[in-house]
């Protein structure tokens, strides 16, 4: 006779195993989907007043941007550019 208690609980664990692995999932796409849009920070591809993105705070070589998404060129600016300190 199959001991079911050993049974459900290897189920539970499976069980819970899958949802952790589906929360890192939902996890990761939320962090992508949390940056901003390109065009809801008014990003062009240009510096402004010697404003750009390489000089940001929010910089991420070689092109791209903690807080917006999609390719980011590094003589671009936003309106949520911050300069780095020193
Ligand atoms: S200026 Fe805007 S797009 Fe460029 S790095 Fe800074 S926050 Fe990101």
Do not use: F
């Amino acid at each position: 006779m199959p001991n079911h208690n050993g049974s459900s609980r290897r189920d539970m664990l499976r069980t819970g195993m899958m949802i952790a692995a589906g929360a890192a999932v939902a996890s990761t796409a939320r962090a992508q989907d949390e940056k901003i849009a390109q065009e809801l920070v008014q990003y062009q591809d240009q510096p402004k007043d010697g404003q750009k993105c390489n000089m940001c705070a929010q910089w991420v070589e070689p092109n791209a941007c903690k807080i917006v998404a999609g390719v980011i060129h590094p003589n671009g600016y936003c309106v949520a550019y911050a300069p780095k300190e020193g």
